[in-house]
């Protein structure tokens, strides 16, 4: 049974803005098929009792108190940027998006 | 993909009026506001404006590899005191989840926020909307309060409006990013017939007030501190469904929340009468013309792939916590308006004026710091309202306390100024030459009314006017208008008339 079809890898590949091949898609959607089908195994033993679960430790309220603290110092914080102009972070146009 | 889906061009819009006599609107808004925490939402960067670019910035805001995020306690405290203002339930148990995409606003790719679990449910908004007929009512029901982070600033740099269109790449700025914001989302809003951009505007409104009487932020819509999404949609006059609507993305101010409705009304019926669908997509306002223009299409629906973000654990307020939040909440605007209404006395009109022009809390600081709340009404909206006028500021923004201008009232009360040196002394605050006292004694401005300096003024006034003295001696006081006008001319204006005129008839031995 095949859950993960081709074109929605291609749907997947073209939200996270990569160019993938035509054998790459099919190759792809067979591998994530695989992992799913291995994750969904999960489903036959969590029957409806079992609430869904997204985190592995039970905790919950873990705030911090709202204390503003220095970060990095733009040169720091710029030093991994692809490139740098009038100190902002300076990345291609993305295109089918508007600001 | 990047445009728009438009059939057969623009049609023709139809007058407003018109509109609204064949078909029925239905609004939705959803109005995000950026708490005024001292910390983003889920690190500890300085959230202050207008700090030099990538200034305000850490690992966990610029999403480096590694780095985690903790959420921020007041920002939960501020949705939960917001919700309850607005009366939600809050919920025990919600988790944040991450909203994907692809565009740099975002360095982590995804935006932090909170989809199917929302903390705050259910609530309303009761707001007054002025007719001819007089005031009417309108609740606006809330479907949900969410949290959520604020996106960096990109400007895109090549393109000729700054827009990405043309651009050859964009410059990103993420001081922004991570800034803690509000969603407020109303469930849809009809049956307002032509009132429509009136709701709209008297919802925001009524939301700002209401923020700000939290205190959970200082919404200045100027500074994009409060920006609203307005939705739009017409259906045929007695129609069962509805029709499509448009989204007006960041409609900043109120006037141009009421503008953006009336806008979008004119020109959907302008498609329908053409016989043109209205198509549903993502629009831009145009502060200059108050139109709208469109942006990005939905006929894609952005596919943002939300789930639980593992790097949180859930948000779970304890029902005491709630409770005590609950019992601590400030009276709502609309409450303070009521009680200042009886206590001041006020008329409706009078009120309006009030409201519209922004001046409660201001007039109310003014009177708890002793001034009559005549007095300080009137200086707040005469005086200081044409002030922010002529300097392009709202009220609050002037360079004056409510303290400083109950301090103005006072010296006037004492009888230390006119109203006229008064205007001079808040001249003298408002360019910063400190207290109300300090501009009094540092440009001179008393009123000279002890009587050797102004007895002196008279005398010379009398010497200098033989006829006029003669007259009032002869019982026609009413000359004595003269000699005052000659006292005040040589005192600069100083001088208490009053004073002035009983010491010239007693000189003259006459009585007042």
């Known amino acids: 049974m095949s859950a993960i079809t081709r074109d929605e ?39 409806g009792d079992i609430p869904p679960t997204s985190h592995a430790l039970p905790l919950t309220n873990v705030y911090r108190p709202d204390e503003a603290r220095p970060g990095l110092g733009p040169d720091a914080a710029l030093a991994g940027a692809p490139a740098v102009q009038d100190q902002r972070f300076r990345v291609p146009q993305i295109l089918g998006e508007e600001d | 993909m990047a445009n728009a889906v438009t059939n057969s061009g623009a049609a023709e819009l139809v007058a407003y009026d018109d509109a609204m006599s064949r078909y029925q609107p239905v609004l939705g808004l959803e109005t995000h506001v950026e ?53 939600c339930s809050i919920a025990p148990w919600g988790r944040f989840a991450r909203k994907n995409y692809f565009y740099p606003d975002m360095p982590k790719n995804y935006q932090i926020s909170q989809y199917d679990e929302p903390i705050c449910v259910d609530g309303h908004l009761d707001v007054t909307v002025d007719t001819p007929d007089g005031p009417r009512g309108f609740r606006v029901e ?14 895109h740099v090549g393109g000729a ?25 109303t469930r849809p809003i009809e049956h307002t017939g032509d009132l429509a951009p009136l709701v709209a505007r008297a919802y925001v409104s009524e939301l700002r007030d209401l923020v700000r009487s939290l205190g959970v932020s200082d919404v200045r819509m100027e500074e994009g501190s409060l920006r609203c999404d307005v939705n739009v949609s017409l259906m045929p006059e007695g129609a069962a469904e509805w029709g499509t609507r448009s989204e007006t993305k960041n409609v900043n101010s109120l006037r141009s929340v009421e503008r953006a409705v009336r806008y979008e009304i004119s020109r959907q019926a302008g498609r329908l009468d053409a016989g043109q669908r209205v198509v549903q997509e993502t629009r831009h306002f145009q502060e200059n013309s108050g139109s709208t223009v469109s942006g990005r299409s939905k006929e894609e629906a952005q596919d943002y792939r939300y789930f639980p973000d593992p790097d949180l654990v859930p948000v779970a307020p304890s029902a005491e916590w709630v409770e005590e939040l609950r019992a601590a909440l400030p009276e709502r605007p609309s409450a303070v308006r009521r009680r200042i209404q009886a206590e001041w006395g006020l008329s409706d009109d009078e009120l309006r004026d009030l409201v519209n022009a922004d001046a409660i809390g201001l007039v109310t600081a003014t009177v708890a710091a002793g001034a009559p709340s005549d007095d300080a009404r009137k200086w707040w909206l005469n005086e200081l309202s044409r002030r922010a006028t002529e300097t392009e500021v709202e009220l609050a923004a002037l360079a004056i306390t409510p303290a400083q201008v109950a301090r103005v009232i006072a010296l006037v009360a004492e009888g230390v100024l006119t109203n006229k040196l008064a205007r001079q002394v808040v001249d003298g605050v408002l360019a910063g030459e400190g207290e109300p006292d300090a501009v009094v004694e540092a440009r001179g401005l008393k009123v000279v009314s002890d009587d050797s300096a102004l007895g002196a003024a008279v005398d010379a006034a009398i010497a200098g006017n033989p006829d006029v003295a003669e007259k009032i001696r002869g019982g026609k006081t009413a000359a004595a208008g003269a000699l005052v006008g000659a006292v005040m001319k040589a005192t600069r204006g100083q001088a208490d008339a009053g004073r002035a005129r009983l010491l010239i008839l007693e000189r003259l031995g006459v009585e007042g």
């Open chain 1, 9 to 47: 890898v291609a749907h997947l590949a073209r939200l996270s803005r990569l160019a993938l091949r035509e054998d790459e898609l099919d190759q792809l959607a067979a591998q994530l098929d695989d992992i799913i089908s291995a994750v969904a195994q999960v489903q036959e033993v969590a029957q």
């Open chain 2, 35 to 87: 708490l005024g925490t001292g910390s983003k939402m889920f690190c500890s960067c300085s959230t202050a404006f207008g700090a030099a670019p990538n200034t305000q910035v850490c690992p966990v805001c610029l999403a480096l590899p590694g780095s985690l995020p903790v959420v921020n306690a007041t920002a939960v405290e501020s949705a939960i005191r917001l919700g309850l203002a607005l009366d």
């Open chain 2, 142 to 155: 809330i479907e949900r309060v969410h949290m959520e982070e604020d996106t960096g600033k990109t400007s």
């Open chain 2, 161 to 185: 409006t700054g827009r990405i269109h043309g651009a050859q790449y964009s410059i990103v700025d993420y001081n922004r990013a991570g800034i803690p914001l509000l969603e407020i989302v």
